[in-house]
């Protein structure tokens, strides 16, 4: 039973908990469809808003929110965000949210700037823990140590970097370097475009996360009246969701924080946009690099304003017609813009966590003489569907599509207080009194399925996509050399500024920037270190998390059963074998995967497919899999298998196992004009995975130069798989017969029941329901076949490469296989990761470098890396990794310290998990054969680790480095100027 009494409806305390003199009571609401009771107080002397949802759930999170509405592009609400949580009153350590990350049992711990709030959640299954992070985060945002340290400022946001009189000047900050890596993707350019051109009136017109042009405009005391200005209690929103004592929660509140505040007015409201008397258009330019054409690879966007967040019916409406008219494969939005030609990767969006709506259709990689012959193709599509009428099968998958995943509340590692506190702002924020209305979707849900063809959607989309004159056409177009410009004419303004200053100003600018490294490289006290609670070793569990593995066979077939309580869900995966597949036929498995389930098949169009399967399932995808043998490291075995995965209620197994047969067996590979579509929507997808996540991209490419798994997975999911994507959409004519012969091939061998095993998550009743179903599988699929002895031999060459792209930061990783140079995998290295991640490579790449982020990883069966993410550096980075040995042979840690190291690293390990995350960690450590004493032995070896444990890991770090294996993506020029870093540089796309 939770803390938080039920509800007691018609009784006289039905609010459930004693009466507060502190706060006023403003509404109540039973929250049945997600097992809570809802709550909205008002701290009566200091105005803050406090909402609470109590149920059952462990896993409790604490929110503080602020309405920030930006006047400007400096970004301050970000660079705010940033500094905010270096140091406090109570925790006057330069870095508090990093101290937290290594030494608490936290589920969630960050903080997020949005285009019009700021908010700082935290979340954690142990109770003193719990109270630990709330107080650290209340004290941060109301007492933070920027008033005390400018240098805070200026590491986070932005400040001159001048090392001498004589040296060249530069900017460098945090979040300039982010937003530096922000504004080089074109999409990211076009989300912001389309914000700021449809609320030219608004806060919204600015970027809230800062202009990197923009940003150096900021001053120190614009920063702080910003604080003073939205900082306050009465600004705030503040949310606790879980099974917690809440009055005693909002006793502590009250007495530590709030009741120090007297309420005041902060006019943050967010305005709202008159509509437009007719639509509008805006041109903007990205950069590509010098080798990149400039042809087919322009934005088109048409993008309309639909309502506000606070109509609860429209809000989920329009993400069934997002579906329905865009977002679905075959939708025929999608489909009429793919069939002439504009574009070749349709993608459309519908953004409702803002206070006006936003629906938008994309084409990318068109041409800029396309724009009209776009607007009037999404616009006389829409008509005709207006009239004539959708597809009704379409409308009842997008209903059921966002209905199960409301039920099912699988938000994967995130915890789902943490997103329904996110989603509750989406309301919140702009009508007090409406905070809860997109928590009760049921009946909505219901609602829109009794509107399916009586015309309201029909009507919708008259009204707010033809007849709506409030909208933009965003155009971004390429411009080749755009990034070398910009840099040249930065450095021009620079050197301009720098000549105007007199020597003794110069001298200033270059003690400041020596000042502020002093302050980065000065250590916090101990006295101070130890003001940031932090649990003891006694506060963690011995025991490891269940495994969930019942080997069974039914028809032949293997099957591994994770009995667990799943509320009524199956979650199903057929998983067949890769290894008979040669090397040089890698990258087509990787297309097969892709084209499985959006092409046509036997007695479906590819539409229709997507529609049945989401009417009556859960959802169904494909990926491709490897699994590393950790009993035979030095031979580098390793599984690889394809996946078909899907998820439904138990009555409708049989469904889900037909439409899994349907994709395997009946798809139509050789579509010709589908098969070109799809490539150049995959060649464009791959491009945006790259260009936001080049860490992990360069990091998998620089381990494919000795590892045969990372090279399989390169081959079929990285950058060797682009350029065999890229090479077969440029040259498909030619290349067609080759392509559909070898996705023929591939399919026939590995879709035989011979080579198949199945992973189940569910209670009992499931397992039978599934087994029937497996028991017919064997006529369903391919023949057995020989049974064959030969694997998939992997060749490695060592490229050592530097991807030229034109993003202004790089994407630096340093990779190496430990155990190949002689070390051993211990459980140890889970702290080491903490230990580098928040320690070393923070301080020096992140708070002295400016980079956005760094990273460290080594795995049982010895791949290692470190990385760096948005990073204005390249060669330094590389001496910063060189320094890890140095830093790990003399590492002095006490006793207090290297507890928090350890209790981060449980963090880490103990994550909660829902259902379907118990079956598929239970499925990795059977195909792994990791066993649960491995497990154990590794978690003992972690809890009583110490200072000399770690010092000897240094020969770890000493192998990864020897191993002389790099791949960094990021800026043409800086690759460029340092090229002899490199075996081979080249452009990336």
């Known amino acids: 039973m939770s803390k938080f009494e039920s509800m007691e409806s018609g009784s006289a305390n039905q609010w459930g908990l004693p009466e507060l003199d502190a706060y006023e009571r403003v509404l109540a609401e039973d929250l049945a469809d997600l097992k809570s009771k809802g709550y909205l107080l008002r701290h ?47 925790f006057p350590v330069k870095d508090p949210f990093v101290e937290l990350v290594k030494g608490s049992l936290n589920t969630f711990l960050n903080a997020m700037t949005y285009p019009d709030k700021t908010v700082y959640p935290v979340a954690s299954c142990n109770d003193k823990d719990f109270q630990n992070l709330m107080h650290v985060y209340m004290d941060a945002v109301f007492y933070p140590n920027i008033y005390r340290h400018p240098e805070i400022f200026r590491q986070e946001g932005w400040s001159y970097h001048l090392d001498d009189a004589q040296a060249q000047i530069s900017y460098n900050g945090v979040v300039y370097n982010e937003m530096k890596g922000a504004f080089s993707s074109p999409e990211g350019v076009l989300d912001r475009m389309v914000l700021n051109s449809l609320f030219p009136d608004t806060s919204y017109a ?39 004592d809440m009055a005693e929660k909002l006793e502590w509140l009250d007495a530590n924080y709030l009741s120090a505040f007297d309420q005041k007015e902060v006019d943050s409201a967010i305005r709202y946009q008159e509509p437009f008397e007719r639509m509008r258009e805006v041109e903007m330019e990205y950069s590509i690099s010098s080798e990149e054409p400039e042809e087919d690879n322009t934005f088109l966007s048409y993008n309309k304003v639909i309502g506000t967040s606070l109509d609860e019916k429209l809000y989920l409406a329009f993400q069934v017609l997002d579906y329905a008219l865009l977002s679905a494969p075959g939708a025929p939005l999608k489909k009429a813009l793919v069939e002439s030609g504009i574009g070749k990767d349709i993608m459309g969006s519908y953004d409702n966590g803002i206070y006006q709506p936003i629906f938008s259709v994309i084409a990318k990689n068109a041409n800029l003489e396309q724009k ?71 009946p909505i849900f219901e609602f829109l399925k009794e509107q399916v063809g009586t015309g309201y959607f029909e009507g919708l989309i008259q009204k707010w996509l033809l007849d709506n004159t409030h909208g933009t056409i965003v155009v971004v177009k390429p411009e080749r050399g755009r990034t070398a410009r910009l840099d040249q004419e930065l450095e021009e303004r620079l050197e301009a500024y720098k000549n105007s200053l007199t020597e003794a100003e110069l ?131 390793f599984r690889a298998t394809f996946e078909i995965k899907g998820k439904a209620l138990y009555p409708k197994m049989e469904i889900l196992f037909r439409m899994m047969q349907e994709i395997l067996m009946e798809s ?106 497996l028991s017919g599988m064997k006529d369903r699929l391919y023949a057995a076949g020989e049974k064959e002895e030969s694997r998939c031999i992997l060749h490695c060459t060592k490229r050592n490469e530097g991807f030229k792209t034109s993003s202004k930061v790089q994407y630096v990783a340093r990779v190496g296989n430990f155990i190949d140079g002689g070390a051993d995998y211990s459980g140890t290295l889970q702290i080491l990761k903490v230990i580098l991640s928040y320690g070393y490579l923070w301080q020096n790449i992140r708070v002295r470098g400016g980079a956005y982020g760094c990273m460290c990883n080594f795995n049982r069966i010895g791949e290692g890396y470190l990385i760096s993410y948005r990073d204005p550096n390249l060669e330094k980075t590389m001496e910063v990794y060189e320094g890890v040995v140095d830093y790990l042979k003399n590492f002095t840690v006490n006793d207090r310290d290297m507890n928090k190291y350890i209790i981060g690293t449980i963090s880490n390990i103990d994550r909660p998990m829902t259902p379907s995350a118990k079956g598929d960690r239970s499925m990795n450590l059977y195909m792994n054969h990791v066993s649960a004493e491995m497990i154990r032995r590794e978690r003992m070896e972690v809890l009583h680790a110490g200072q000399e444990d770690i010092r000897r890991l240094a020969p770890v770090v000493e192998a990864l480095l020897r191993a002389d294996q790099l791949c960094v993506i990021g800026s043409e020029e800086k690759i460029e100027a340092q090229k002899e870093l490199f075996g081979e540089v080249k452009t990336l796309f």
Not at 215 to 232: G, R, V
Not at 531 to 556: C, H, M, Q
Request: glycine content about 8%.
């Open 44 to 90: 009566k002397k200091s105005g803050a808003r406090v909402l609470l949802m109590a149920n059952e759930d462990e896993n409790k999170v604490f929110a503080i929110g602020f309405r920030t509405p930006p006047s400007d592009s400096t970004g301050v609400p970000h660079i705010m965000e940033h500094s905010v949580l270096c140091g406090s009153k109570d």
């Open 206 to 244: 600015n970027e809230s996360g800062g202009d990197p042009d923009v940003i150096p405009e900021l001053t120190y005391e614009q920063f702080l009246d910003f604080h003073k200005t939205y900082y306050h209690p009465s600004n705030s929103y503040i949310y606790l969701y879980g099974n917690m």
């Open 372 to 442: 009209q012959a776009f607007i009037d193709t999404v616009e006389n599509t829409l008509r005709e569907i207006a009239e004539k009428g959708i597809d009704k099968k379409a409308l009842e998958a997008g209903i059921n599509y966002h209905e199960f995943r409301f039920r099912e509340a699988d938000f994967g590692s995130y915890p789902k207080g943490l997103m329904y506190g996110l989603q509750l702002f989406d309301s919140w924020l702009y009508d007090e009194t409406k905070p809860f209305i997109h928590m009760q979707a049921i």
């Open 507 to 637: 001298e200033k600018l270059a003690a400041d920037t020596k000042a502020l490294e002093d302050f980065q490289e000065g250590e916090d006290s101990q006295e101070d270190r130890e003001k940031i609670p932090i649990l003891s070793r006694e506060d963690i569990s011995r025991e490891i998390a269940p495994i969930y593995n019942e080997v069974k066979e039914v028809e032949g077939i293997q099957l591994v059963h994770h009995r667990i309580d799943t509320n009524g869900i199956g979650y199903v995966t057929l998983m067949f074998d890769l290894s008979g597949v040669p090397e040089e036929k890698l990258p087509y498995v990787g297309m097969l995967q892709a084209v499985l389930g959006i092409i046509d098949t036997t007695h479906y169009e590819y539409g229709e497919l997507f529609n049945e399967i989401n009417v009556h399932t859960g959802g169904i995808g494909t990926s491709l899999e490897m699994y590393p043998d950790v009993r035979n490291v030095k031979e580098k075995a």
């Open 668 to 773: 139509r590979l050789d579509d010709e004009k589908r098969l070109k579509e799809i490539l150049a929507m995959l060649k464009s997808r791959l491009q945006m995975s790259f260009q936001s996540s080049g860490h992990t991209t360069a990091a998998l490419r620089a381990l494919s130069y000795s590892s045969p798994i990372s090279k399989f997975k390169d081959d079929t999911d990285g950058i060797g798989y682009y350029q065999a994507v890229k090479e077969a959409e440029e040259h498909f004519e030619e290349q067609k017969e080759t392509l559909i012969q070898n996705l023929k091939e591939i399919a026939s061998h590995i879709f035989r029941w011979d080579n198949l095993m199945v992973s189940l998550t569910c209670g009992e009743e499931g397992l039978d329901a599934v087994c029937r179903e």
